[in-house]
C-alpha cells in the first residue's frame, strides 16, 4: 500500500505547530499503525529529518500510553482497539491519513503527537484509592463475598486504561467518563462503600479543577473508548454526586 | 570487592522469615520522617514498594519514563497471580506452592526466598481485595480459581485475561493514596541515567527529565531498583517498547553483580511474526493452555496442504492430529511448565511441521472446549446436548466469558476468529530469571541499593511457573523491603539528607552529558533501531532455545563487534533539550549491547541444561534437558570489569535442605 500522511508537527507545548505531509510507500496490510510510524521514523532520521514523536508502550492495547486521533476519530477507524492494535489492514491504498494528537485543554502537547495527560494522575491522587493499610493484616479474602454481577461491574468499569480517547472524542473535553469508571469500580463494592461520599466529592472537584469541560451526553466518549467503558457509569457517578452534596 | 553473602537467617526453613522479621533493627516512625529513598520503576514492585515505604513514613522518590506510574509493564499481565490460600480444597498448602516454584526452576533458585515467597502470598490476595482489586468471582460471591503450568491445583488467582491491570491499578492507587499526602513524590517521564555511590553506598541518582532534557541529581539513604526485566536484548519480545536494562545495568556497572544472565524464558503460547515491520510480540495467556489443545498434523503432505492454503485446520480429521504435548507428557499433558511447550513447540516446527508460511507456529485449538462447556450448559439448562449448533453457541459464550478479551486481541492482530478456526501461535521471549543479584534482604553487592521484582534473580531459578511473577513483584514490594530495607536505614538515623553538591555526583553527572553528548555529536549513518535489530537476531539465532558451545562464541564476538560499530557509526537526531526518543533509545540500546554479550557468556559457561536454558550437549537421549547438578547447582552471579568478556564469575552455591533434588519430570 502507498499513503499519503498528514501529520500534526509542533516542536514542544508552547511553540505553534501545523500539519506537514509525508508520503510513505510498501506499507503491509499486516502492519499496526506504529509500526507503519515506526518505518516512517526511519525513513524520516536516514534523510535528516526530525522523527515524528508519539507516545507507545506495552503495544497490546492495555497501557493506555498510545493516543493518536486518526482521520477524526480517537484511536482511527476500528471499534475498540487502541492505535497500536489498529492495523493497516483497516485503511486502502492511496489513502490520505490525518494524524493529530488528542485535542484538549487539559491535555497540553509535549511535541508532536505526544500530550501530558498527567490531569488524570492527579484526579486519581484526589480520590482514586481506597483508605487501606498495604501491611497484609486484612482480613481473609472470601471473608467479604461480593455478588457476581457486581464484582462483574466493578471489573468492566475498572478495566479502563486512562488513555484519555474520551477527553478527546468529547466536542467538550469532558473527563467524565474516565472519572466515573474509577468512581463506579469503588461505589459497586464493599471496599469502597465507606469513603463513597468524600471520593465523589474530591474527584469531581479535581476534575473540574483541571479544566476539563463538562458532560452533555452526546455519547461519543463510549463509542471511541477502546475499552467500551460504558456511560452508565456516568450516570452512577451523577447518582454518587448527588447523594453526597445531599448529605453535604 | 563485595563478596556473596546471602544472609540467609539461620534455623528451619519455615521459621526464617518470621524470626528474621522479629529480630531485625527498625527504624522508629519519627526517624522514618528523616529518610529519602529512591525508588526506580513503578510496576508491581516498585509502585507496592513505593505505597508501602511511604506509609511506614518514610519519604520516597518515585521515577518512571512513562507519562504516568500506571502504564509499567506490569500492566500487561494477563493470566494471574498464584496463592496457596487453598480455597479449592485440592491439597494447597504453602509447601506445595514452594516446593512446585523450586522445581519449576529446575533447582536453581534460593530456598528460603521462595519459601518466604509462597508464606506471604495468601496476603497478597488479602491485600488486593482489600484494596478494592475486582477478582473473579463465583456466584457465590467467593474468589475463583484456575489452573496454570507446571502444578496439580488451581491457585490461580484473576481477573478476566487483565489480572496485571487489576494488580497494577491497586498499587497504583495505593501510591496515589500517598502522593496526596505528600509522602510520595512522583517523577513521570524521568529516565535514571546512573546511580551516585558516596563512601561505597548508594546515595542517589542522577536521572534525565524526558520532556525537557535536563540532567538533574536525587540525594537518597537508599535506592530501590524495581525496573524490570531485559527481554528486550532479543528485540522482539513480549515486553513494552520501553522496558529495558539500564537501572540494572548501571548498578552492576557500579559494583551490583548480575546473575544468571542466561536465564530467560521463552514463552510458549504467543502471535507469530508476520513480518520485517514487527516491533513487538504478543502473548496469548498461558491460562488458555487450561482449555486449549496444541497440535500439529501428523504428515508432512497436510503440512503442505494447509500452508498452501488448500485445507483448513478444521478438516483435519481428529486421528490425523499430533497433539504432541499430550503425547509426549500425559501427566500434564498442555499445561507441562513454559520451557517444555516452547522446546516442544520447537522441535516439531524443527522438523517441518510448522502450519504457517514462515513454518514456525503451531495450533492452539479451543473446539474441544466449546464443545465441552456447551454440553455442560445445555444440560445445566435443561436443553437439546445433542444439537451441534446449540451447543457450539453456548460453549462460545463460556469461553467468551474466560478469555474474551485474548481472543479479541488475536482476531485485530491476526484477522481471523479463534472461536471458529485455531490460534496459530510460537514461543516468544517474555520474560528473564536472570538479573541483579540480591542477598536475603533483596540488597544487592551495593550497600543501600536494593533490587526487586523481575529486576533481582532470586525466586525462579532457571524457569519460572505460570502467575509467579505478579506474586513475586507484590510480595517484594508490598511484604519484604519494607521490612528488610529497615535493618540497613537503622544505622542511617543521625546521616541527614543527602547533600547533591558533592565530587560524587559532579563526576556521575558529568559521565552521564559526556555519553549524551557523545551520541548527538556522533552523526553516524545507523538509527539506533537498526542496531537493536541486528542485536535480537544474534541473540535469538545463537543465545534463545536452544544453544551451544560453537554459537554462543559466535555470539561474544559477534555482540562486541556490533557494539564497537555502534559507538562509531550510530546516527541519534535532535538535541538534548527536547523531547527525544531517539536519545532515550541510544542510552538503552547500547546497554543492551554490553548486557547480551555477558548473557552469551554465561550461556556458554553453564554448559548444563537447566530450565530455559538448553544446550545441546546436554540432553538426554528422548531430547529432555539434563541438569548437571554436581557441577552447577550455583548461582552465576557476574562482577562487572569493563569489557563484558572480562566480568568475573562468582558462585554462590545453592543448598536444599528441605527439598530433595531431582530430575524434572512432567511425564
Known sequence: MNLTLKIWRQANTTSKGEMVTYPIENVSPDMSFLEMMDVLNEQLINKGIDPVAFDHDCREGICGMCSMYINGEAHGPDRLVTTCQLHMRKFKDGETITIEPFRANAFPVVKDLAVDRSAFDRIQHAGGFVSVNTSGNTQDANNIPIDKHDADKAFDAATCIGCGACVASCKNASAMLFVSAKVSQYALLPQGKIEATDRVLNMVKQMDDEGFGNCTNTGACEVECPKGISLENIARMNREYLFATAKG | ?667
Open chain 2, 1 to 667: 570487592m563485595a563478596s556473596l553473602d546471602s544472609k540467609i537467617p539461620k534455623g528451619p526453613l519455615s521459621d526464617k522469615w518470621t524470626n528474621h522479621k522479629s529480630h531485625i533493627n527498625l527504624v522508629s516512625p519519627a526517624n522514618k520522617r528523616l529518610i529519602d529513598i529512591i525508588v526506580v520503576g513503578t510496576g508491581l514492585a516498585g509502585a507496592s514498594a513505593s505505597a508501602t515505604l511511604a506509609e511506614l513514613g518514610y519519604n520516597v522518590k518515585a521515577f518512571c519514563f512513562q507519562d504516568s506510574p500506571r502504564r509499567a509493564h506490569s500492566i500487561a499481565a494477563q493470566g494471574g497471580i498464584n496463592a496457596a490460600k487453598n480455597y479449592q480444597g485440592d491439597g494447597d498448602s504453602t509447601y506445595r506452592l514452594f516446593y512446585d516454584t523450586v522445581k519449576g526452576g529446575d533447582y536453581r533458585s534460593r530456598e528460603s526466598n521462595v519459601h518466604r515467597l509462597a508464606e506471604v502470598s495468601t496476603n497478597i490476595i488479602d491485600q488486593c481485595v482489600a484494596q478494592g482489586v475486582p477478582f473473579a468471582r463465583d456466584y457465590g460471591g467467593l474468589l475463583d480459581n484456575r489452573s496454570f503450568g507446571g502444578v496439580l491445583v488451581s491457585r490461580t488467582f484473576y481477573a478476566k485475561g487483565q489480572t496485571g491491570q487489576q494488580l497494577l491499578l491497586g498499587a497504583y492507587s495505593a501510591m496515589n493514596r500517598q502522593i496526596g499526602r505528600g509522602k510520595i513524590k512522583m517523577y513521570n517521564r524521568h529516565e535514571m541515567m546512573d546511580l551516585v555511590l558516596v563512601d561505597r553506598k548508594a546515595r542517589g541518582i542522577i536521572a534525565r527529565n524526558l520532556v525537557t532534557g535536563a540532567v538533574e541529581r536525587h540525594g537518597a539513604h537508599a535506592v530501590v531498583v524495581a525496573s524490570g526485566g531485559y527481554g528486550n536484548v532479543f528485540f522482539l519480545s513480549t515486553n513494552a517498547m520501553g522496558s529495558n536494562v539500564s537501572a540494572g545495568w548501571k548498578i552492576h556497572q557500579k559494583g551490583a553483580h548480575f546473575a544468571n544472565p542466561c536465564f530467560t524464558q521463552i514463552h510458549p503460547t504467543c502471535i507469530p511474526v508476520s513480518g520485517d515491520h514487527q516491533s513487538k510480540l504478543t502473548l496469548m495467556s498461558e491460562s488458555l493452555r487450561n482449555d486449549g489443545r496444541i497440535w500439529v498434523p501428523k504428515n508432512l503432505d497436510e503440512v503442505q496442504a494447509i500452508r498452501e492454503g488448500k485445507l483448513s485446520p478444521t478438516q483435519l480429521k481428529e486421528e490425523d492430529r499430533d497433539y504432541y504435548l499430550e503425547r509426549r507428557y500425559p501427566a500434564f499433558g498442555n499445561l507441562v511448565p513454559r520451557d517444555v511447550a516452547s522446546r516442544a513447540a520447537k522441535e516439531r516446527c524443527d522438523a517441518g511441521y510448522g502450519v504457517n508460511a514462515t513454518g514456525e507456529a503451531v495450533y492452539l485449538d479451543f473446539a474441544a472446549a466449546i464443545t465441552r462447556y456447551g454440553k455442560e450448559q445445555a444440560h445445566v439448562k435443561g436443553l437439546n446436548e445433542n444439537d451441534a449448533a446449540l451447543v457450539k453457541k453456548l460453549g462460545q459464550d463460556v469461553v467468551r466469558s474466560k478469555y474474551g478479551n485474548l481472543f479479541q486481541m488475536y482476531e485485530k492482530i491476526v484477522d481471523q476468529n479463534p472461536y471458529e478456526t485455531p490460534m496459530m501461535i510460537y514461543p516468544a521471549v517474555h520474560y528473564t530469571m536472570g538479573g541483579v543479584w540480591v542477598d536475603y534482604n533483596l540488597m544487592t553487592s551495593i550497600p543501600g541499593c536494593y533490587a526487586i521484582g523481575e529486576a533481582n534473580f532470586s525466586d525462579h531459578g532457571a524457569n519460572r511457573l505460570g502467575a509467579s511473577a505478579l506474586m513475586q513483584g507484590l510480595a517484594d514490594g508490598y511484604f519484604v523491603l519494607p521490612y528488610t530495607i529497615g535493618d540497613y536505614l537503622a544505622d542511617d538515623i543521625r546521616t541527614g539528607a543527602i547533600a547533591t553538591d558533592s565530587p560524587e555526583f559532579d563526576a556521575a553527572e558529568k559521565a552521564v552529558l559526556d555519553k549524551i553528548s557523545l551520541f548527538l555529536n556522533n552523526k553516524g549513518e545507523h538509527s539506533v533501531d537498526y542496531y537493536h535489530k541486528k542485536l535480537g537476531k544474534i541473540m535469538w539465532d545463537k543465545c534463545g532455545m536452544s544453544r551451544n558451545a560453537e554459537g554462543l562464541k559466535e555470539a561474544m564476538a559477534e555482540i562486541k563487534a556490533l557494539r564497537e560499530d555502534f559507538y562509531k557509526n550510530v546516527n541519534v537526531p535532535g538535541t538534548d533539550t527536547e523531547f527525544n526518543e531517539q536519545l532515550a533509545k541510544a542510552g538503552r540500546v547500547a546497554d543492551f549491547l554490553e548486557l547480551g554479550e555477558l548473557f552469551a557468556k554465561d550461556a556458554l559457561e553453564r554448559t548444563e541444561s537447566c530450565g530455559g536454558h538448553f544446550r545441546e550437549e546436554s540432553q538426554t537421549p528422548e531430547g529432555e534437558a539434563m541438569r548437571d547438578d554436581e557441577n552447577f547447582t550455583f548461582v552465576s552471579a557476574w562482577e562487572y570489569k569493563g569489557e563484558p568478556a572480562d566480568a568475573v564469575l562468582h558462585k554462590e552455591d545453592l543448598n536444599y535442605e528441605e527439598i530433595e533434588v531431582k530430575t524434572r519430570s512432567y511425564k
